[in-house]
């Protein structure tokens, strides 16, 4: 079933999730590089990275809600696209947590740890586990993409060539 939010047959929802999750890596990497080399321009560089991450994840939101509501629930993959969306909200959540957590301190941890990295993780994991699910989704279940009859053959080398 094609994707109900598209644009030019393209669905919109896998194009813009790749702002969120950039975003949500890029913390974990600036966390670790801060942990381990104690510069503070690794933790100072989270917050805007944090903003632009949740902002992101909340405008893929609304295509990969109308996804849901207008295929995956007339759809057997209907209990992956609840999951999916359940753990990208709690995801976001956390990350928005964390960047006001991080946003409110105004200035990084004197001994190098901070409980930010531990929210970071969690949300990276959950991120983690919702791609997969939305992969399932599309790969296993085909939703959102608009299946061609020449994709559902399972022989392709039993086809008849085309003249």
């Known amino acids: 079933m094609k994707s109900s939010a598209r644009i030019a047959n393209h669905p919109i929802h896998p194009m813009l999730i790749l702002i ?38 909340l405008l893929a939101a609304i295509p990969g809600v109308i996804d849901y509501i207008t295929i995956v629930q007339r759809h057997n993959a209907r209990m992956l696209g609840l999951v999916h969306m359940l753990l990208n909200v709690i995801a976001t959540g956390l990350f928005a947590a964390n960047g006001w957590m991080r946003y409110r301190a105004g200035a990084p941890p ?40 020449e994709a559902r053959d399972p022989d392709p080398a039993a086809r008849p060539l085309r003249r």
Not at 25 to 54: N, S
Not at 119 to 148: D, K, Q
């Open 110 to 149: 004197p001994d190098g740890t901070h409980g930010g990295l531990v929210l970071t993780l969690i949300g990276n994991l959950l991120i983690a586990v919702s791609g997969w699910l939305g992969g399932t989704m599309v790969y296993e279940h085909h939703v959102g993409v608009l299946e061609h009859p």
């Open 20 to 57: 969120p999750a950039g975003a949500f890596i890029i913390v974990l990497v600036c966390d670790l590089l801060f942990l381990f080399t104690g510069d503070e321009m690794w933790w100072l560089a989270t917050p805007p990275v944090l903003l632009i991450g949740v902002a992101g994840a």
